[in-house]
Structure formats: C-alpha cells, structure tokens
C-alpha cells in the first residue's frame, strides 16, 4: 500500500511528534572530552585550529574538567605535553611525567569525573613516531615494554581507563598483561583498534606537537581505503582483552563503525578527530554553516552509525548542542 494511504509526514506533525519518534539520541553521558596537559601553572596555551581547545597546566585543567563534568560528561581523556622530548619517549613512563601527575591530581579534586588515559609514545619521541625506531623503522616488539610501563604508571595514578592509541600489533594483550600483573585486573583498557592513517589528525599534531620528524604513520596505522581489515584489527584487539574498542576518525568511517557494531557484540566508542572538529569550526567561521546544528547532527551521524561513547572536541558545548537537537 503507498499513498495516499500511507503518509510517513503524519509522524512529523509537531516538535511533541517528532520528539516520541527519535530512533537515536547523542546523549551528554556517552561523551569523553579530549584535553591537552602541558607543565606548569596558570598555562593556557591556545591551539589555533581547534578553538576553544587549548594545552592547559593540571590548575587550569581541573577546572576545566569541572565545568565539562557540571555539564553531564562523564570523563575526559588525557594527552601530555612533555617537558622534554627523547628518542624512547621517556617522560610518556615516568611517574612523575605531566600525565601521572595530572591524573592524579583530576582524581583527587573530581573523583567522580572518569579520567582516561591515551596510551602512546608520539607525544614523547623526539622523532614524532608512535614507537621506538631500530633501524630507520618503528620496531614494534621493542615498542611493548614502553607502552606497557606507561599505562602501569597510568593506572598507579589512578587512571579509571586505559586507552592504546599506537597501533602496534600485540599492544593490547602485553598492557593486559602487564596491568593484570601490576594488580589492575578490573581496570578497563579501550583499544583504538581501527585507527587509520588519517590527515584528519592534522590540528592535534599541532596541539600534542606530535607530528613525525621523518616518514608518515603508514608503516602501523590503517589504510583508509581498508574497511575488511579493521574487523580484523577489532577482532585481534578483543582477543586481547580489550573492553571497548574503537573507530578512529569518525565521520569518514560511518560504516566501519557500523559493521563493528554488527560484526561483534561489543561497546564501540568513535573519535570525531580534531580535523572533523576544525573543518566545522572554520566553515562556521567563514558564515557558511550554522555551527550547533552541524556539530550535533555529526554527532547524531555517529551515534545512529552505532558509536556508543563518542571522544569529541564538541564535549564541551555538549549541553548546548543537545538542546539543539531537542534532546
Ligand atoms: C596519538 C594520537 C593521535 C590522535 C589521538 N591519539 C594522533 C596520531 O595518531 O597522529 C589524534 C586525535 C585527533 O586528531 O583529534 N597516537
């Protein structure tokens, strides 16, 4: 039967209609707010493509962190800024590092606030790659033991989740291991299991300074063009002992997330990455998109893709941008 006896309008009729029939919502609760944590204090260093986003010292930090929580985000994810930077990534496994002691410092003043802890080495190489290099190459067995050391560390500072972002192989078993060794069995890890070679990640390199010196990260992240392999990746990760795995950009890898969804029972977050972020910062910017509207339908986009916890940028303005979308 089809029209006129059917008229799918009849159940757009009014904002009460239309509010009953919302297959998806964004919720403020399955967002992760994204922060950059730099020494010092009274430190507020912002970063040109992401604004509004900004390298802040753990006083700043915090009260940025409170606000994002007043605001019904459940946690924030942390990356570091170090001091100083080495060809092993030291100061990403040293327990007085920027991280630590942010960590700790987020449990202490929020203790409800989930403070999750990226796990990788660019940010600390002096090189920019996500590993250690031996010969000229990101050698990936050499590169578990750091990693490993860095979420132990994490997870003594009281990190509630720990999430590798580098993409070697075997990473999530050795960091399962290694936490299960060090008494943090019933910690959480979130693998960035499909994390592709994306130019998305563009503004962060700039906000981490974690571009690499020589070379790109194709060597180790995925090939954009490969959707077959990420369930491989999703597979391995689990196998692992990851909890929650994710797809890494977002919005131009809709159906990844989609067939992860279907593919494995399994929670799967999405990171709406930096250059998702600043593409509709900049149009906005320039008058050609209305900026709440895009942000929260992006968001929409993911969640209805199947992303249940969703790492953005747009945290922040989360209750803002859900107030737009009538939810
Ligand atoms: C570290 C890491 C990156 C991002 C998150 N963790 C950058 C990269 O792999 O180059 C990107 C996040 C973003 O663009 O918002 N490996």
């Given at each position: 039967m089809s029209f006129p006896t059917n008229r799918p309008r009849r159940l757009r009729g009014s904002a009460s209609m239309r509010k009953m029939m919302r297959e998806t919502e964004i919720g403020v609760g399955r967002l992760i707010y994204p922060m950059f944590v730099t020494h010092g204090t009274g430190v507020r260093k912002d970063i040109s493509a992401m604004p509004g986003c900004a390298q802040l010292s753990i006083d700043l930090l915090i009260k940025e962190a409170a606000q994002v929580y007043e605001a019904g985000v459940p946690g924030v994810i942390l990356f570091g800024i170090p001091k100083m930077k080495d060809a092993v990534g030291s100061e990403g496994y040293h327990p007085d590092g920027i991280v630590p002691m942010a960590i700790s410092a987020l449990k202490k003043e929020l203790p409800e606030l989930q403070v999750w802890s990226d796990v990788c080495l660019c940010e600390y190489t002096d090189h920019g790659h996500c590993g250690v290099i031996v010969d000229g190459e990101v050698d990936n067995d050499a590169t578990l033991p750091l990693l490993t050391r860095a979420a132990v560390v994490y997870a003594q500072a009281g990190a509630d989740i720990i999430a590798p972002s580098d993409m070697m192989d075997g990473r999530v078993g050795a960091i399962r291991k290694g936490l299960d060794g060090a008494g943090f069995s019933h910690l959480p890890i979130v693998s960035y299991a499909a994390k592709y070679a994306s130019a998305f990640y563009g503004p962060f390199r700039e906000a981490a300074q974690s571009?690499?010196?020589?070379?790109?990260r194709r060597g180790y992240q995925m090939d954009p063009a490969n959707a077959r392999e990420a369930l491989r990746e999703v597979a391995l990760d689990l196998e692992e002992g990851a909890d929650i795995v994710m797809v890494k950009p977002a919005l131009p890898y809709l159906d990844v997330i989609r067939r992860v969804k279907e593919e494995f029972n399994v929670p799967v977050a999405a990171y709406n990455v930096s250059g998702e972020f600043a593409m509709v910062k900049a149009a906005a910017e320039m008058g050609w998109i209305d900026h709440d509207r895009v942000a929260a339908e992006i968001l929409l986009s993911i969640r209805r893709a199947g992303a249940d916890i969703i790492l953005t940028y747009f945290a922040k303005d989360a209750a803002r941008l859900l107030k737009e979308m009538g939810s």
């Open positions: 571009a690499p010196q020589f070379g790109d």
